[in-house]
């Protein structure tokens, strides 16, 4: 093999494996990130589009919950930790806008967090308030549907052995569901917390016509939205680690939001088909 050659297969092999070549203090320096997440997350998904938006290279490691809590623990260096978690050459970066921030120092694409920060961080915490409720829906869901606690199982998990292990699947939602305090009925949360943002959402977007930026130019503020709006409907277009099974896909599907907010979903597929960078 040529060097030529023996150089491009090193490269592939290095951006395979989350492994981006720095080049610092007139050497070169191999960096390592790797993203610990939850494929059916939205918080991830944040993640996942902003490190996309800036192409980035990392690689993708799925996060179990309470299997996996003590490594993420470990990892994040916090007693509660949470995914999305990115580690940089060990160092850890958690939490979707954290990660997203970093993109934006270490991406040379557009920023995605522009002048009008107040605003931006309005979109997060209305995006925040539809993530909890789809959490409560999905957690309420998932414990009763043993169909989606096997779809939710590793993919190590062999066929005939998923419907036994469902159990453990449910014990990890319990205790995703004890972690982070989710409480409430879920349908009725949509309607007394969700719509209301929804509302918003919509009355922001009348008159903008075909363009996708809720603040002037593409950033955050419509990454958190679009990935939240998601937790109601997905697009078919999520971010590639989205692979849902039917019994899941209920669980995180509410048909009346769509129907409800032709405006909103119409907006939504325009951010994730002319916006999502793919991985
Ligand atoms: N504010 C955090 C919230 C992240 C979060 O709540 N992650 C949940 C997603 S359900 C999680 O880590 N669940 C798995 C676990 O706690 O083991 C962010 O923006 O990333």
Known sequence: MSADST????????????????????????????????????????????????????????HLPLLGELRLRRLSKSAKPTVPLLITDGAPTMGSGEIARLADREGAEEKLFGADMPAIMQWEVRADAILEVARARVVA??????????????????????????????????FVAKKHAVAGEPDQRVVDEVFPVL??????????GE????????????????????????????????????????????PEA??????????????YTRRKVPA
């Open 199 to 208: 509302d918003v959402l919509h009355a922001a977007l009348v008159d903008k």
């Open 258 to 271: 769509p129907t409800r907010y032709p405006l909103v979903y119409a907006w939504r597929d325009r951010v």
């Open 7 to 62: 150089a491009i297969v090193c490269t592939f092999h290095l951006l395979a494996n989350g492994i981006r070549v720095k080049h610092e203090a007139g050497r070169l320096r191999a960096m390592v990130r790797t993203l610990y997440g939850l494929s059916y997350s939205p918080w991830t998904h944040r993640a996942l589009f902003s490190l996309d938006h800036h192409r980035l290279v990392y690689r993708y490691v799925e």
């Open 141 to 174: 869901g998932l414990k009763a549907s043993h169909e989606a606690q096997k779809e939710a199982l590793p993919p190590f998990v062999p066929g005939p052995f998923r419907s036994i292990f469902a159990f453990t699947a449910k014990q990890g939602t319990s």
């Open 211 to 254: 363009d996708t930026c809720l603040l002037g130019t593409f950033g955050y503020a419509d990454i958190v939205m679009a990935t939240a709006v998601s937790a109601l409907s997905p697009t078919p277009s999520e971010p590639g680690t989205r692979k849902l099974g039917a019994a899941s896909l209920a669980l995180w599907t509410y």
